[in-house]
């Protein structure tokens, strides 16, 4: 990842300014430690700061067309950059870069490029031929971006709300699967799937075309000129993506080294001993960082800075992650894959137990995706980040998307007593007797969320210190004088609220945060599906009273196939191992 800043159209061209813009750009450091850079064209400014994935030696930013016309900043990658530089054959790069092709498809094509941009991206594009400008950001919106509004009518974009929430009058999160053009002065949706309408869908499961989507989501994000590695909690989402991954590695004869993998929990969670037993069995080299609920509680503050959100269940994910990434980020590794947006698009987690029928099925897990880039993608982003690593996340792949949300999900319905458990699509895709990519009983694991995997006393012991160490009795009476916003509810979001309000005072900061009811991390629609919740609303996993390694028996992973089942859903044949476009480099051990 990187970080990236403009400021478009203010009414200062002066030195002055432009040391204000890059004194406000260093504030994204933490994202591309690797290389900073700047471009002005009047009372334009374009900043970056460098994450060096792809093409270290030649790819700084901003980058340019030809001539120098057209300038861009950039945050992502880009994996089909290869084919798009067959199509702009009468173009010259100067840079390996994947993100090189951007000014040149918009000199081609204008400003309706972006859906021919397969991968994940945030980026300010400046036409200085009329001094016109487009932003974007990617259709899910795994990158993080922010757009902002001065007093002198200036337009601020940055990867980061720390970038600009001190300098604007006003902002927000730019939407993910959008556009800013300055021509029509206003944004529009460029990502518009069949499935965003919510009619519920009724195509029939084909296990070997899900498998085979995947694998290419995965093997499409190996391209890379640095070490790399896997994050792998042990669940059934970041196993597959390791399997894969190792699976690849050993089928390329151009890597000789083997997969490293990343774990981290407090000592004896689940996570660390379900990973360690993964991680045997794919044959990886895996690291196992321990920490204890105090190092958690110790870098919350941290935690919430880089974050820049106070969402309960975010912040509990995310302490582990921001530990995990400093350690991985130590060891010379600069880009991880992860298994987020698997849970959003199945339905895995567990409170989908008790979805009523299959369109309310559907119509949450729409309702999850869409909302990713205010949680999941956030954290993932963000925590990574913070330490200058960079997360993919090959289930938030367009193409694997569009495949798995066409399914009828009364596949994906969750019915303990048929053998489907949650996301039992994606397990059975992968069930292969011949060539088993993982163990049945990892397969078939119960969905674990991250801050509860990473041991339940962590979050067990977050509610503790801020009840007897921040936050008084007194203190939640005034709540909801003190925050009339998202009114924290209990004493670990008051907590959380106070740290994130001394960081970003602005009300623009706080309305960038999400509210409202949730349990195991539920919307508020879903939690309409059960009455007992509404008096249990905690996000955590375990909130799903009922549900929890009681719905099914572990050892019952063999799932029977319906009467009216296709031979496609019955026979699953190997698939064959896919050739890799991009060559990497992997750390030696």
């Known amino acids: 990842m990187c970080g990236i800043l403009a400021v478009l159209g203010c009414s200062d061209d002066s030195q002055a300014k432009r040391v204000r813009v890059?004194?406000?750009?260093?504030?994204?450091?933490?994202?591309?430690?690797?290389?900073?850079?700047?471009?002005?064209?009047?009372?334009?400014?374009?900043?970056?700061?460098?994450?060096a994935v792809i093409d270290p030696a030649s790819g700084d930013q901003p980058l340019f067309n030809e001539n120098k016309t057209i300038a861009v900043t950039v945050n992502g990658e880009i994996y089909n950059h290869e084919e798009l530089r067959k199509r702009?054959?009468?173009?010259?790069?100067?840079?390996?870069?994947?993100?090189?092709?951007?000014?040149?498809?918009?000199?081609?094509?204008?400003?309706?490029?972006?859906?021919?941009?397969?991968?994940?991206?945030?980026?300010?594009?400046?036409?200085?031929?009329?001094?016109?400008?487009?932003?974007?950001?990617?259709?899910?919106?795994?990158?993080?971006?922010?757009?902002?509004?001065?007093?002198?009518?200036?337009?601020?974009?940055?990867?980061?709300?720390?970038?600009?929430?001190?300098?604007?009058?006003?902002?927000?999160?730019?939407p993910p699967g959008h556009m800013y053009s300055s021509k029509e002065g206003s944004l529009r949706r460029w990502y518009n799937p069949v499935w965003f309408s919510e009619s519920v869908p009724s195509t029939p499961y084909e296990p070997l075309a899900l498998r085979r989507a995947f694998e290419n989501a995965v093997i499409k994000r190996l391209m890379t000129?640095?070490?790399?590695?896997?994050?792998?909690?042990?669940?059934?989402?970041?196993?597959?993506?390791?399997?894969?991954?190792?699976?690849?590695?050993?089928?390329?004869?151009?890597r000789s080294a083997p997969l490293h993998s990343f774990c981290v929990g407090l000592e004896g969670s689940p996570d660390l001993k379900a990973a360690r037993e993964v991680a045997d069995y794919l044959g990886t080299v895996h690291h196992e960082f321990h920490f204890t609920v105090q190092d958690g509680i110790d870098a919350i503050e941290d935690v919430i800075y880089h974050i820049e959100s106070y969402d309960v269940t975010t912040i509990r994910a995310s302490t582990p992650m921001f530990l995990m990434s400093r350690k991985i980020k130590s060891i010379g590794v600069k880009m991880v894959l992860s298994g987020e947006g698997s849970d959003e698009i199945f339905g895995g987690y567990l409170y989908f137990h008790k979805a009523p029928n299959k369109e309310e099925f559907h119509h949450e897990t729409c309702r999850k995706i869409k909302a990713l880039h205010l949680y999941d993608c956030l954290r993932a982003n963000k925590a990574t980040s913070a330490w200058g690593l960079e997360a993919r996340v090959p289930f938030l792949d367009?193409?694997?998307?569009?495949?798995?949300?066409?399914?009828?999900?009364?596949?994906?319905?969750?019915?303990?007593?048929?053998?489907?458990?949650?996301?039992?699509?994606?397990?059975?895709?992968?069930?292969?007797e011949e060539y088993p990519y993982l163990p049945k009983h990892i397969l078939y694991r119960q969905k674990e969320q991250f801050s509860d995997g990473v041991g339940y006393s962590w979050i067990?012991?977050?509610?503790?210190?801020?009840?007897?160490?921040?936050?008084?009795?007194?203190?939640?009476?005034?709540?909801?004088?003190?925050?009339?916003?998202?009114?924290?509810?209990?004493?670990?979001?008051?907590?959380?609220?106070?740290?994130?309000?001394?960081?970003?005072?602005?009300?623009?900061?706080?309305?960038?945060?999400?509210?409202?009811?949730?349990?195991?991390?539920?919307?508020a629609k879903a939690v309409e599906w059960d009455?007992?919740?509404?008096?249990?609303?905690?996000?955590?996993?375990?909130?799903?009273?009922?549900?929890?390694?009681?719905?099914?028996?572990h050892q019952q992973h063999v799932a029977p196939v319906s009467a009216t089942a296709t031979p496609s859903d019955i026979i699953i044949d190997n698939v064959p191992r896919m050739e890799v476009g991009a060559q990497g480099l992997a750390i030696q051990s």
Not at 40 to 50: E, K, V
Not at 133 to 139: N, P, Y
Not at 492 to 515: C, D
Request: charged residues 25%; glycine residues 8%; proline residues 3%.
């Open 22 to 51: 890059l004194d406000l750009s260093r504030r994204l450091r933490h994202r591309g430690p690797d290389w900073s850079g700047i471009y002005q064209h009047g009372n334009f400014f374009l900043a970056h700061q460098r994450l």
């Open 88 to 174: 702009l054959l009468n173009h010259k790069f100067r840079t390996g870069s994947d993100c090189d092709v951007i000014a040149h498809l918009y000199e081609e094509f204008g400003e309706n490029f972006i859906d021919m941009l397969d991968g994940m991206f945030s980026f300010v594009l400046l036409d200085t031929r009329d001094n016109s400008f487009i932003v974007a950001r990617d259709a899910i919106g795994i990158t993080s971006l922010y757009i902002g509004w001065g007093v002198d009518g200036s337009i601020w974009i940055s990867s980061e709300l720390k970038g600009l929430n001190d300098d604007c009058e006003h902002f927000q999160c730019f």
């Open 225 to 254: 000129d640095v070490p790399f590695g896997a994050l792998l909690s042990g669940g059934l989402d970041s196993s597959l993506v390791a399997a894969i991954t190792a699976r690849q590695l050993k089928a390329d004869k151009q």
């Open 398 to 432: 367009k193409e694997f998307i569009n495949i798995a949300m066409d399914i009828d999900p009364a596949w994906k319905m969750i019915d303990p007593e048929k053998g489907r458990i949650e996301k039992w699509v994606l397990r059975r895709a992968f069930d292969d």
């Open 460 to 523: 067990d012991g977050l509610k503790e210190h801020a009840a007897q160490n921040q936050v008084t009795d007194k203190m939640m009476q005034n709540a909801a004088n003190i925050f009339p916003y998202n009114t924290p509810a209990t004493k670990e979001a008051y907590y959380y609220r106070m740290i994130f309000e001394r960081f970003f005072p602005q009300n623009s900061a706080r309305l960038t945060v999400p509210g409202g009811a949730t349990v195991a991390c539920s919307t």
């Open 531 to 553: 009455a007992s919740w509404s008096g249990n609303l905690d996000p955590s996993g375990r909130a799903a009273l009922g549900v929890h390694l009681s719905a099914y028996n």
